[in-house]
């Protein structure tokens, strides 16, 4: 049963894929679908590299604030930054540039949270420049071979001296399948765009609202003040 429907799946692929490389070759009678998909295959290949990047730099917040704050109350600076320094993801860079800063002050460490909160944040986005421009033009290479297929068609009737939807058939086809396939690369790449952006948006909330409560860690250290206030728990064990 399980291997008749693993073929079942198998054929319905294999007659899908057979049916776009069939409109891809029915389009490209101009040239058109090549530069339509090399974009479409250029942003797919950018919007992976992102997800992978983004994917890896994405951690547990609220752990590793825990974590850090446990290691400013147990060791101090210096086993906080060595914990930073153990973490991949911007948040885990950002709060390390204010540690190093911090013995020069909380405003010397809010600037340099700043500073490099910056730089992860143009690191998070690179490549979403050239995603973005892959998005505009695979749909200009799209409408180009439509107005091409459309001047083909009319040459057709030019040189046939009649308007016979045999003879312009040809040619709107060809301008609907070039439009087609700019569109659907263009929504593809647009739905992969729109998931990165709104990954980062998250990373960089995560950034900002992290980088205040380092700063109010670092401030109650200073004062001598308990970062985690032990739980219920823990105090019963104690007694």
């Known amino acids: 049963m399980t291997s008749s429907i693993a073929l079942f799946f198998l054929q319905a692929d294999a007659g899908f894929f057979n049916i776009i490389v069939e409109k891809f070759n029915q389009g490209n009678d101009g040239g058109w679908m090549w530069p339509v998909l090399v974009t479409l295959i250029l942003g797919l290949a950018i919007f992976l590299e992102r997800i992978i990047t983004l994917n890896l730099a994405d951690i547990n917040t609220r752990k590793f604030i825990v974590n850090v704050q446990e290691a400013l109350q147990e060791g101090g600076i210096e086993a906080a930054e060595e914990l930073c320094a153990q973490t991949r993801g911007p948040v885990a860079s950002v709060f390390q540039a204010g540690l190093m800063r911090s013995d020069e002050g909380i405003d010397a460490a809010e600037k340099a949270i700043a500073a490099y909160g910056s730089i992860e944040m143009s690191f998070l986005e690179r490549g979403l420049v050239w995603l973005s421009l892959f ?3 695979a749909p200009l290479f799209g409408f180009l071979g439509t107005v091409i297929g459309m001047i083909q068609a009319f040459d057709d009737i030019e040189a046939a001296a009649d308007i016979s939807p045999s003879i312009v058939a040809g040619g709107i086809k060809v301008a609907l399948l070039t439009t087609a396939g700019g569109l659907i690369a263009g929504i593809i790449l647009q739905i992969g765009y729109n998931y990165c952006v709104s990954k980062i948006d998250r990373l960089i909330a995560e950034m900002e609202e992290s980088s205040i ?18 739980s219920v728990d823990d105090s019963a064990d104690s007694e």
């Open 135 to 137: 998005i505009a033009i």
């Open 213 to 230: 409560t380092l700063i109010d860690s670092i401030i109650l250290l200073n004062e001598g003040k308990p970062l985690i206030t032990p």
